[in-house]
């Protein structure tokens, strides 16, 4: 097992990570793609996006209408379709937040797949929202595309030595066709109490996970080598601190800021701080997780890996991409990333818009933005 540094962050923006490793920031490639379309959206739970087979149509879920919306890069609604119910089309709802709770994915031959996690049912849709065809699926989170068969992975913890299971599952019939564990965990890599260890098979029989929020571990093809990155990790900066000290007063309920403030906890010092200072004092000095979010990461056709970070997330949100167990770019988005998905030299990104005069609810409108990153996969 071979264990690798981080790539070069920004000096002002990232800290070389921790566990061992010295301190030494240096500048890091940045690729901005163009920008090439861009549709307004509903408010919506769901972080979900699909880009189907002709790189122009993608999909959302919608959740409060309980439906799904295509749209195009102009900003055309294409189709929009579901409701609640168990009959064919329809989606089951949550009974722990009374939503829906679906998983997208696109067809090749340019439908868009709808995974079912309440009714455990896979149904295809064309993207106007015509109704194909419906099978029951066993649990899984579907990967990024489907043909004759669905591919997904399942959880299963460490035990007994396997992190995920891989199954391909029928299309036409629901059958599991093919199961794959991944390889077990190296034995150094060890995370702390509520930390996890998921992540997604390649395209050549390799497996990557995020460990820890802040490791990848590299199975390349189905060797079961390892190499362990580690890469940039980023400190709040002070939005994110405003967002954390709103977030602590929401969770205090009737507790204004003032009152909370004399709340007191006596430091390691001896001195006193308010529950607000001790606790912004550690969010302060604590990086972000590495990742938004262990569904936001996929492969593309060149087997590179793609994952969407921490880093600013305010005007801009970034996406490190990866190859071979080496770090190759960051590309930057405008506004706050919240999902995103690639095909071909086409990225579609799921995003929060900053707040505007325009906003005085203080909600941020959400849209989808298409960038062509031909470059990027050009070495360009």
């Not at 068969?149 to 396997?162: A, C, E, H, N, Y």
């Not at 199975?219 to 940039?232: E, H, I």
């Amino acid at each position: 097992m071979k264990t690798l540094p981080p790539p070069a962050v920004p000096a002002l923006l990232a800290l070389a990570v921790a566990c061992g490793q010295d301190d030494a920031p240096v500048d890091q490639s940045i690729f901005t793609p163009e920008a090439i379309g861009t549709a307004a959206l509903p408010l919506s739970e769901s972080h979900q996006v699909a880009l189907l087979a002709d790189e122009r149509v993608a999909c959302v879920v919608d959740s409060y209408e309980t439906r799904v919306r295509c749209v195009d890069p102009e900003g055309a609604v294409v189709g929009v379709f579901g409701r609640v119910g168990e009959g064919p089309g329809e989606f089951g709802r949550s009974g722990s937040n009374d939503l829906i709770s679906i998983d997208l994915v696109r067809g090749e031959e340019g439908t868009v797949g709808v995974y079912d996690q309440v009714l455990f049912r896979f149904t295809l849709f064309e993207p106007s929202g015509a109704y194909v065809s419906q099978v029951r699926a066993p649990f899984l989170h579907p990967l990024r595309s489907f043909g004759t068969v669905l591919s997904g992975v399942v959880w299963r913890g460490w035990i007994p030595d396997t992190l995920m299971v891989r199954y391909d599952v029928s299309v036409a019939s629901g059958e599991v066709v093919r199961e794959q564990a991944s390889p077990s965990r190296p034995g150094d890599v060890e995370c702390g109490q509520g930390e996890s260890v998921q992540g997604i098979p390649d395209r050549a029989e390799g497996w990557v996970f995020l460990a820890c929020g802040s490791r990848l571990i590299v199975f390349a093809g189905n060797t079961g080598d390892a190499t362990v990155l580690r890469p940039p990790t980023y400190l709040p900066d002070e939005r994110d601190v405003a967002r954390e000290e709103e977030r602590l007063w929401t969770a205090h309920g009737r507790l204004r800021p003032a009152e909370m403030s004399r709340v007191l906890q006596v430091s390691p010092d001896g001195t006193y701080r308010s529950v607000v200072e001790r606790r912004m004092e550690d969010y302060r000095a604590t990086p972000k997780p590495y990742d938004l979010g262990t569904e936001h990461q996929l492969f593309d056709a060149d087997n590179r890996y793609w994952i969407a970070t921490q880093r600013d997330t305010h005007e801009w949100s970034y996406l490190d991409v990866y190859e071979n167990a080496g770090f190759v770019r960051s590309v930057r988005v405008r506004d706050r990333l919240r999902a995103f998905d690639l095909l071909g030299s086409t990225l579609v990104v799921l995003v929060d818009r900053q707040l505007g005069p325009d906003d005085p609810d203080g909600i941020p409108d959400r849209a989808l933005d298409w960038y062509d990153v031909g470059d990027l996969r050009l070495g360009r």
